[in-house]
């Protein structure tokens, strides 16, 4: 494990900078107080266009954000964020228009800016520490362990075939039955497929978890022998699990992909209950199916497994495993005769 130290900078900050790769970063920190991150454009400070980001700052007990060294456009209570004797961890996620900072296993930020006229355009971001402050640092990209359960990579492709069904398409089709065969999926108007994909990439026709301007998509990946519903949020790099309490992203993952146009619709359930025509869209290592369930967290929908034995849906949301014991059960509503072979 790579530990960095901070020296105390005083009252003149001097960032160490590491590129930012993604639009997210983790990091733990150990410090009394004024743990600092910097924003910027390039290796360096841009004094014109960057953020800074003050963590237990005005003598320890408050955080914030200051945008070009001289606005404070965020600023909060937080009383004993930092830990002089233990790590603390954080996530920082930036987008073109939002900055948000929270702390580790917590999904909501406690930090957050938005502006959807200036873009904000971050290449690295830099640390120190300050105001009589020495620091210790890890960051998640040299080390994951401390942070998440070890990620498992994709050695197989999967495909999602539909279970033939009757010769004509009712509201009511019972479950439909979604088995991951090791192969090459290939789009074509008889299948409804999990399709292979990487660092944000996408496949023709997804099946949309959100609607809007920048909606998500239902998504899949393997861990630890199971086969996980989970999400692409807009603007990131990884579809998202959740897995034993913690939101793991994974660089390689599926999408849903829906090339015969057949019907779906999002049915409200509870308790672990499923309607008829809901999803098998994966199982876990013990057999047990998991069907494609969604719920708002902190205001975003977001896609997960509805995990039946349990009674709840799990979703991954900013590092955290959610669960809810109410949601709503991706559901195929009618199918095109072409699904069904009548041309």
């Known amino acids: 494990?790579?530990?960095?130290?901070?020296?105390?900078?005083?009252?003149?900050?001097?960032?160490?900078?590491?590129?930012?790769?993604?639009?997210?970063?983790?990091?733990?920190?150990?410090?009394?107080?004024?743990?600092?991150?910097?924003?910027?454009?390039?290796?360096?400070?841009?004094?014109?266009?960057?953020?800074?980001?003050?963590?237990?700052?005005?003598?320890?007990?408050?955080?914030?954000?200051?945008?070009?060294?001289?606005?404070?456009?965020?600023?909060?209570?937080?009383?004993?964020?930092?830990?002089?004797?233990?790590?603390?961890?954080?996530?920082?996620?930036?987008?073109?228009?939002?900055?948000?900072?929270?702390?580790?296993?917590?999904?909501?930020?406690?930090?957050?800016?938005?502006?959807?006229?200036?873009?904000?355009?971050?290449?690295?971001?830099?640390?120190?520490?300050?105001?009589?402050?020495?620091?210790?640092?890890?960051?998640?990209?040299?080390?994951?362990?401390?942070?998440?359960?070890?990620?498992?990579?994709?050695?197989?492709?999967?495909?999602?075939q539909l279970t033939r069904q009757p010769q004509r398409p009712s509201p009511a089709l019972g479950f439909v039955t979604v088995q991951p065969n090791i192969a090459t999926p290939v789009c074509n108007s008889g299948t409804l497929q999990w399709i292979p994909c990487r660092n944000g990439s996408k496949c023709a026709a997804p099946v949309p978890a959100t609607v809007g301007r920048n909606p998500s998509y239902v998504a899949a990946a393997h861990h630890q022998g199971e086969f996980i519903p989970g999400v692409l949020l807009p603007d990131t790099n990884a579809c998202y699990i959740s897995w034993g309490g913690t939101s793991i992203a994974k660089p390689n993952y599926f999408l849903l992909s829906n090339p015969g146009g057949a019907n779906f619709t999002w049915q409200s359930a509870k308790q672990g209950n499923v309607p008829m025509g809901a999803l098998e869209g994966g199982y876990t290592v013990n057999g047990e199916k998991l069907f494609i369930g969604r719920f708002s967290v902190s205001g975003t929908v977001v896609s997960g497994k509805v995990h039946c034995s349990h009674k709840v849906c799990y979703v991954p949301y900013w590092g955290s495993e959610n669960k809810s014991a109410v949601y709503e059960v991706l559901c195929l509503q009618t199918v095109p005769f072409s699904f069904l072979g009548v041309q």
């Open 1 to 160: 494990m790579s530990v960095h130290q901070s020296p105390n900078c005083g009252g003149n900050r001097v960032y160490v900078f590491r590129p930012l790769n993604g639009q997210t970063f983790r990091f733990r920190v150990k410090a009394p107080n004024d743990a600092n991150i910097c924003l910027s454009g390039a290796a360096a400070e841009v004094p014109h266009h960057m953020f800074e980001i003050f963590l237990g700052g005005w003598g320890g007990g408050e955080s914030g954000i200051r945008r070009n060294k001289k606005d404070d456009v965020c600023k909060v209570k937080t009383p004993n964020i930092l830990n002089a004797n233990e790590f603390m961890g954080f996530w920082v996620v930036v987008t073109n228009s939002a900055i948000k900072i929270g702390r580790e296993r917590e999904s909501k930020p406690f930090l957050t800016f938005s502006d959807a006229i200036a873009p904000i355009r971050v290449t690295h971001y830099g640390y120190c520490t300050a105001y009589g402050a020495r620091g210790s640092w890890i960051f998640a990209d040299e080390d994951p362990t401390p942070f998440e359960p070890e990620s498992v990579m994709i050695n197989q492709l999967g495909r999602l």
